[in-house]
């Protein structure tokens, strides 16, 4: 007991006097501590916050140019890669409630339509929880000219899946259940059929924490990609962008509105990294010089933080 009490000691000193050494590197540098103020008023974490701002060279170039540089080049963004819809595949699309994964599927369905034709779309939807969503996407199948099938059970899915096999694509629009929801892994073990390719729908304009909730409740690291719902929504790309960033996840396809399909683009990295840094914190949410150090007193220097190609 004693040995665990010295190692919990030792931890904590080393903790703290690490974040002192490096409240003191922004005391010595005012590039890096404007950087550091910068990053964090637009919504990064204090982890890769960190991570940037011990990168920051030496030379006296425009500190927030080069970040949004080092971000740019750490965010996988898919714009280079065929579009989802020309590519073609199964997909079911999955996320947190009201996330906008209905309608994200809509906009999926419409533009690959109007390139390859109604014909060679499929439509599958395992929401049996709401009415309102089933009828939401039948209404949209009835524009296309597609059928909404329904699966109740894996059993089904498969007998769906095997009836709509000549199809180039085949979209699974699945029921809104919160991150901590108990039928969250049923249903993810539901679309675990090899042939199916997962979508996370993350909503851009989520708490940086409840995004990390969800990327561990719906296994964001397996899943093909992510599109980022109602950035138009969003005052701060930031909490998303960096949840990007440190799990490697790959943004498809970004969603601003309700139109369908007009509200559905392909974004590229440096896009949204200039888009993130443009905002302007509010005055009640803006952080001052001794509320930066608070920050950091409290967050530990022994953390890991995610590796940067800088």
């Given at each position: 007991?004693?040995?665990?009490?010295?190692?919990?000691?030792?931890?904590?000193?080393?903790?703290?006097?690490?974040?002192?050494?490096?409240?003191?590197?922004?005391?010595?540098?005012?590039?890096?501590?404007?950087?550091?103020?910068?990053?964090?008023?637009?919504?990064?974490?204090?982890?890769?916050?960190?991570?940037?701002?011990?990168?920051?060279?030496?030379?006296?170039?425009?500190?927030?140019?080069?970040?949004?540089?080092?971000?740019?080049?750490?965010?996988?963004?898919?714009?280079?890669?065929?579009?989802?819809?020309?590519?073609?595949?199964?997909?079911?699309?999955?996320?947190?409630?009201?996330?906008?994964?209905?309608?994200?599927?809509?906009?999926?369905?419409?533009?690959?339509?109007?390139?390859?034709?109604?014909?060679?779309?499929?439509?599958?939807?395992?929401?049996?929880?709401?009415?309102?969503?089933?009828?939401?996407?039948?209404?949209?199948?009835?524009?296309?000219?597609?059928?909404?099938?329904?699966?109740?059970?894996?059993?089904?899915?498969?007998?769906?899946?095997?009836?709509?096999?000549?199809?180039?694509?085949?979209?699974?629009?699945?029921?809104?259940?919160?991150?901590?929801?108990?039928?969250?892994?049923?249903?993810?073990?539901?679309?675990?059929?090899?042939?199916?390719?997962?979508?996370?729908?993350?909503?851009?304009?989520?708490?940086?924490?409840?995004?990390?909730?969800?990327?561990?409740?719906?296994?964001?690291?397996?899943?093909?990609?992510?599109?980022?719902?109602?950035?138009?929504?969003?005052v701060k790309l930031g909490p998303v962008l960096d949840a990007a960033i440190r799990h490697k996840l790959r943004i498809v396809g970004v969603a601003n509105g309700q139109r369908v399909p007009e509200?559905?683009?392909?974004?590229?990295?440096?896009?949204?990294?200039?888009?993130?840094?443009?905002?302007?914190?509010?005055?009640?949410?803006?952080?001052?010089?001794?509320?930066?150090?608070?920050?950091?007193?409290?967050?530990?220097?022994?953390?890991?933080?995610?590796?940067?190609?800088?």
């Amino acid at each position: 007991a004693m040995m665990a009490e010295l190692r919990s000691m030792k931890g904590l000193i080393e903790d703290r006097f690490g974040a002192l050494a490096f409240m003191e590197k922004l005391h010595i540098s005012p590039r890096r501590a404007a950087l550091t103020q910068h990053l964090l008023d637009v919504g990064f974490s204090p982890m890769l916050v960190r991570k940037m701002a011990e990168s920051l060279p030496a030379d006296e170039g425009d500190e927030n140019t080069w970040a949004a540089g080092v971000l740019e080049r750490n965010l996988i963004a898919a714009e280079r890669e065929p579009a989802l819809e020309d590519a073609g595949g199964i997909y079911a699309l999955v996320g947190a409630t009201g996330v906008g994964k209905t309608t994200t599927t809509a906009k999926l369905a419409a533009a690959f339509a109007t390139q390859h034709g109604s014909g060679n779309l499929g439509l599958i939807t395992l929401d049996a929880y709401r009415v309102g969503a089933q009828e939401q996407l039948r209404t949209y199948g009835r524009i296309l000219g597609v059928p909404v099938h329904t699966a109740h059970d894996r059993a089904s899915l498969e007998d769906l899946l095997d009836l709509l096999s000549a199809k180039k694509m085949v979209l699974i629009d699945t029921a809104g259940m919160g991150q901590r929801d108990a039928r969250t892994r049923e249903l993810l073990d539901m679309v675990s059929h090899r042939a199916i390719q997962k979508l996370l729908v993350l909503n851009a304009a989520s708490q940086g924490e409840t995004l990390e909730d969800v990327l561990a409740a719906y296994r964001g690291a397996a899943c093909r990609g992510v599109v980022l719902s109602k950035i138009d929504e969003a005052v701060k790309l930031g909490p998303v962008l960096d949840a990007a960033i440190r799990h490697k996840l790959r943004i498809v396809g970004v969603a601003n509105g309700q139109r369908v399909p007009e509200d559905w683009h392909r974004l590229s990295a440096q896009a949204l990294v200039q888009r993130a840094m443009r905002v302007q914190a509010s005055a009640s949410w803006k952080l001052d010089a001794s509320e930066v150090n608070l920050v950091f007193a409290s967050f530990g220097a022994g953390r890991a933080a995610a590796p940067l190609n800088a």
